[in-house]
């Protein structure tokens, strides 16, 4: 049986050291001058697998056996799935787990969503002061409860961000975006050391959670 074909919607320009077939996906591990720069990184995460829920009594169910959070912009962690509550009918679910993804649910308001964005991690030391040179938005609030969702533009692109830790915060954004997303994150990012990084550098930012 023949695989599917998918291209990210977000190539870096770095040469890649190890790669893994996925899905039809082919997944950067690791760049050639990766261990070269101390961080932080933009880990290209598009191939993770995303769905989106919605339910006009949201509050009354169970996405893949996830409970919903209560408030807008909370985010529950469940083992490898991430649930984030947009507004009063909708939630997202992200894949962020080592092991395999689960099936797409055959029920009413499931989709799924992967193949319609982009997602990006920026991940590692120094996610910060990298993050206040693309978006006036506030995402590491004190007095918000990590992880939090935060919805609204980073380089006038409309995203959708969790902020896990100050190490880690990840996005999604339509797929159209991606290069030029990507390429300008990069570049307003250069200047205090951002770089890209496989999905290793992923991995050991959630590990550290």
Same mark, same amino acid.
Not at 47 to 56: A, E, K, T
Not at 138 to 164: E, K, N, S
């Given at each position: ?11 870096? @320009? #770095?040469?890649?050291?190890?790669t893994?077939?996925?899905? /039809?996906?082919?997944?950067? *591990?690791?760049y050639?001058?990766?261990? &070269? ?28 056996d996830?409970?919903v ?9 469940h ?35 992967? @193949? #319609? ?8 030391? /120094?996610v910060?002061?990298v *993050? ?5 938005? &506030? ?6 409860p ?20 100050a190490?880690l ?10 290069r ?20 290793r550098?992923?991995?050991e ?5």
């Amino acid at each position: 049986m023949r695989l599917p074909f998918r291209r990210s919607p977000a190539p870096f @320009d #770095g040469a890649p050291a190890e790669t893994e077939l996925r899905d /039809g996906w082919t997944v950067v *591990l690791r760049y050639e001058d990766e261990d &070269d720069h101390p961080g932080p990184w933009l880990v290209d995460l598009s191939h993770r697998r995303r769905w989106d829920f919605q339910d006009r009594h949201l509050a009354a169910q169970t996405p893949m056996d996830l409970p919903v959070p209560e408030e807008y912009g909370q985010v529950g962690i469940h083992g490898p799935l991430v649930i984030n509550r947009m507004n009063r009918t909708q939630v997202a679910i992200w894949h962020l787990g080592e092991e395999p993804p689960p099936p797409t649910p055959q029920v009413s308001g499931c989709t799924e969503t992967t @193949d #319609g964005h982009c997602m990006l991690a920026f991940a590692g030391p /120094g996610v910060p002061h990298v *993050l206040e040179q693309v978006t006036a938005l &506030d995402l590491f609030d004190p007095a918000r409860p990590t992880p939090f969702l935060t919805q609204g533009p980073v380089l006038r692109v409309p995203c959708q961000i969790v902020t896990f830790a100050a190490h880690l915060v990840v996005m999604t954004l339509a797929r159209g975006y991606g290069r030029t997303f990507a390429d300008a994150a990069l570049t307003s990012g250069g200047p205090v050391g951002l770089n890209p990084g496989g999905e290793r550098r992923f991995v050991e930012a959630m590990a550290a959670l």
